[in-house]
Structures are given as structure tokens and as C-alpha cells.
């Protein structure tokens, strides 16, 4: 995949960008001088975002995002860069899911984000720019009380990659970033519609929303095919692979627990699903106290360069070091020579 142009000189649409992961995508963007562009329903959030533009869009109607990607290029000219990140889920059993509660998970997380990449990449051919798709590790593993948000995210890592290579055979210069985040602490747990009767949280271990836009806007100027984020994405995607099976049992025990507190909730809490839920909720959710800041296993896989670079100057200095220590004083044997 080609570099493209530095965040400083791009214009970027983030579609789901009020509250959450897409709001610190864009104020990060932002701070880092673009022209950050937003589209979400939530009007009090999108009054607040510090970006140059926010418009209020409903991304399952197709006409609204095109007018959201309209507008960006009306006050900008181009677009270098769009993020699909808009999303809502329904935590509920597969077999509890009413049929317009499954289709509005795909209307948003799925059409979504097909309609953001079917309006904005005539603008990304000509800017010869990046799509990035936020998808999930669980892309890859469907997990208990998810079927509805896991299948759409299944959906789209899906539809990408067939969408990737089209692109690619036609040499259209424009590149296709799916990124699968692990766990995100976002007000969404808050938001999101539930038939549990419990506080839902993220699957430990919890990440802060920072490092994971990070990893999204090193997308932005250096496409990545496909980027898992956080050590808890990888280790899913790792043993799905290894052992289906063994993934299973492991959901079997803590597949649930792991989804919710013990506080009860109940079930006809207000939710997202359907209509905005009022105010502005930033970009974290209620779990400061168990997220982390950081992810070192993303950083070593976003800068494989320096760490490459890194090894290969240590272990000529370890070389260097054991060459003096134990050869003869007066040179090199025949046997070291291929060191120098």
C-alpha cells in the first residue's frame, strides 16, 4: 500500500465521530492538523466536537451520508481520507433478537459503512486516497449475547476485502484499511440497547480510545490491510485460528461475565438503537479506572522499521563487542572474517 500524504495536509470524514472512538479520531486528527469533517445523530456532541465541520447524519439513509460527504467537499474541495466507525449493538441471545432490532444493527454497522465508501470514493479516486473501515477482532469470532453486532462487523471485513482487490486490479490508487479494535472504553456500554438486566462493559482487557485512534490516523497516512489493535484483539484472532474449539470452551465459561458488571440494568433502559440517546458524553465511557492507556503490542506493530532497526543495531554491537573480546590481538581469524 502507498504512504499518502502527511495528516497535517489531509481532509478527513469521520462518520460516527460524536462521542467515543470517532470523537477522539477526529479531535486527534484535528490537533494534528487536518480538516476534520463529522457526521453522527447526536446534536449536542457534534455542537461540542472541536473539529471544522459537524453535520448531523443518520448513516443507514443512504441520501445522508452523500450529503455529509457532499458538504465536505463543498467546503474543502477534496476528501483524503473517510473513517466508517458509526455502530450500535443489542445485547441479547441470538434467539431473543426481534427481527427489527437485527435489521437496524445491519442498517447502521453494515450499510453504514457501504454507504460511506460507495459516496465518498469517487473523491478518493481522485485524491488517490484511504478508506478506513472499523470493523472488530470479532470479525473473526462471534461471541455470546453479540450475533447481531459480530455478524455485521463479519459483514463488512468481508465485503472489504472483496471491495480491496477490485481496487487494486484497476490500479485505482485507492487504499482499504479495515482496523479490529480489542475492547474500548466508550459511553456505547452506556447507550447500547440490553436484555440482560446488567451494566454491559467490555471484554478485559479495556483500552482507552487514544491509542486506538492513533492506530486509525497511522492508517490514514500509512494504509494497513488489515490492523488489529490491542493485544486482546490479536490473541482472539490468534486462537481462532489455533483452535475454534478451544475458543468455544473458553466462551462457554466467560463468555457472559465477562460482558457485564454486576450492577442490574433494566432491560427497558433508555437506548441508541433507534433514536439519539441527549447530551455529550466525550469520548470515554464509565471504565477510566480499569483502561489502559497504551497498547505496546500495537506500537511494535505500527513501527516494525525502528524495532527492526533496533535489533539489527544491537546485535552488531553485541557482534562488534564479542569480536574485540575474543579475537587475537593481532586480527581477525579467517573464521570472523565474514563479520566485517
Request: glycine share 10%; hydrophobic share 40%.
Amino acid at each position: 500500500m502507498a504512504r499518502k500524504k502527511p495528516l497535517s495536509e489531509q481532509v478527513v470524514v469521520v462518520a460516527g465521530g460524536s462521542y467515543g472512538l470517532g470523537r477522539a479520531i477526529a479531535e486527534r486528527a484535528k490537533q494534528r492538523g487536518a480538516r476534520v469533517v463529522i457526521g453522527a445523530r447526536t446534536r449536542e456532541a457534534l455542537e461540542d466536537a472541536a473539529v471544522d465541520l459537524a453535520l448531523e447524519t443518520e448513516v443507514s439513509d443512504r441520501a445522508q451520508v452523500e450529503r455529509l460527504v457532499a458538504a465536505a467537499v463543498e467546503r474543502f474541495g477534496r476528501i483524503d481520507t473517510y473513517v466508517a466507525n458509526a455502530m450500535v449493538t443489542v445485547y441479547a441471545e441470538a434467539h431473543r433478537l426481534e427481527d427489527d432490532e437485527l435489521r437496524r444493527v445491519f442498517d447502521v454497522n453494515f450499510f453504514g459503512g457501504v454507504y460511506g465508501f460507495w459516496a465518498a470514493l469517487p473523491h478518493l479516486r481522485a485524491s488517490r486516497g484511504t478508506f478506513v473501515q472499523i470493523a472488530s477482532a470479532l470479525s473473526y469470532r462471534g461471541i455470546p449475547l453479540q450475533a447481531a453486532y459480530c455478524s455485521t462487523k463479519a459483514a463488512l471485513r468481508t465485503f472489504f476485502e472483496s471491495a480491496r482487490v477490485e481496487l487494486q486490479k484497476e490500479r485505482a490508487g485507492v487504499d482499504v484499511s479495515v482496523v479490529l479494535p480489542a475492547a474500548i472504553n466508550t459511553p456505547q456500554f452506556d447507550r447500547a440497547r440490553q436484555k440482560i438486566g446488567l451494566q454491559p462493559q467490555p471484554v478485559p482487557p479495556i483500552y482507552q480510545p487514544e491509542p486506538f485512534a492513533d492506530a486509525v490516523l497511522h492508517c490514514c497516512e500509512d494504509p494497513i490491510r488489515e490492523l488489529p489493535v490491542g493485544w486482546g484483539a490479536q490473541k482472539l484472532l490468534w486462537g481462532q485460528k489455533l483452535s475454534p474449539r478451544a475458543a468455544d470452551l473458553i466462551l462457554l465459561r466467560t463468555g457472559w461475565k465477562g460482558q457485564h458488571t454486576a450492577e442490574l440494568k433494566p432491560t427497558d433502559s433508555p437506548d441508541n438503537l433507534f433514536e439519539p440517546l441527549p447530551g455529550d458524553p466525550g469520548p470515554h465511557g464509565r471504565f477510566d479506572d480499569r483502561a489502559r492507556g497504551t497498547t505496546a503490542w500495537t506500537w511494535l506493530r505500527l513501527h516494525r522499521g525502528l524495532v527492526g532497526a533496533g535489533l539489527g543495531l544491537g546485535t552488531m554491537g553485541l557482534l562488534a563487542g564479542l569480536q574485540g573480546r575474543f579475537l587475537p590481538r593481532n586480527g581477525m581469524s579467517q573464521s570472523w572474517r565474514f563479520l566485517s
